[in-house]
């Protein structure tokens, strides 16, 4: 069941990332700062929404997405992931429908992710595209040298 | 003469955003934000750094940039702008080439400007050409429908 985020889900959403092999430490900070945030200001302020997906009360995964800033009705998707224990059941697919659903509902129109060329990333990039975004450009050495910055779109 | 900006310059560097034709009042608000995170908690802590370049004592144009979150040594340059009344004398090449000394110092390895496609940018996107910057990715219909965002690129 996907549903917004309440406070008490802070512990597990950090739970989740502190699981993600992928996730370097600085990442998992990062998730945590946009999480302050969102807890201090809520959503509207923050420019950060929280979606979690939850399994027998605990938290699976979770998505955190926003506005960005000087463009109407761009939203980028910063965050999605999914606890590797939870994996194969099609709850980040389910993360992914309610995200580009609630960018509809605030009005957004175009859905912006970033992530890595590496090859670590094939899987997460495989994800993508076959939900329906489109491999729009790329940046070279952009995270670090033979690090590329890889970014999708999808209008919704 | 480009040099790093201090308290004194926030009225001189609003001023100068708001003499520009292509900004809009969201822009030059974004400007004033990023400003005042930088005279609120410093360079570091803000991840903005502010340059100006001063005329007489007066602010006639500024850029502000910043390490971008998640890469190694990729700057991101946020605004350049020089007045109006300032323009054809080399101070926007001026703080370009201060703005890559100052990446460079900071450990930088690529700069990143983020500008639009629209016809009306046209001189900007040859200013970044001019400088040696690369047209490196597009993504179409990014600021709104029709306006596309476009990413130049720059290993200094």
């Known amino acids: 069941m996907i549903a917004s985020a309440t406070p008490a889900d802070g ?3 950090i739970n989740v990332t502190s699981n993600i092999e992928v996730f370097s430490p600085e ?20 420019g950060y929404s929280f ?4 399994e027998s009360g605990r938290v699976a ?6 506005p960005r800033a000087l463009t109407s009705g761009t939203f980028d998707l910063y965050w ?3 606890d590797p224990r939870a994996r194969r059941k099609g709850l980040g697919k389910e993360l992914l429908a309610s995200v580009e659903a609630g960018v509809i509902n605030d009005g957004g129109r175009l859905v912006i992710v970033e992530t890595s060329g590496q090859e670590k990333y094939d899987q997460t990039r495989a994800f993508y595209i076959a939900a329906g975004y489109t491999l729009e450009a790329t ?8 690090d590329d910055l890889v970014i999708f779109t999808k209008h919704v």
């Open 80 to 82: 999605i992931a999914v």
């Open 61 to 66: 995964g979770f998505a955190c997405y926003g």
């Open 11 to 13: 512990d597990g959403i």
């Open 51 to 54: 979606l979690v997906a939850r």
């Open 27 to 46: 990442e998992n900070e990062c998730v945590a700062e946009l999480w302050n945030e969102f807890i201090l200001k809520g959503s509207r302020e923050s």
């Open 139 to 146: 940046v070279k050495d952009f995270y670090q040298q033979e």
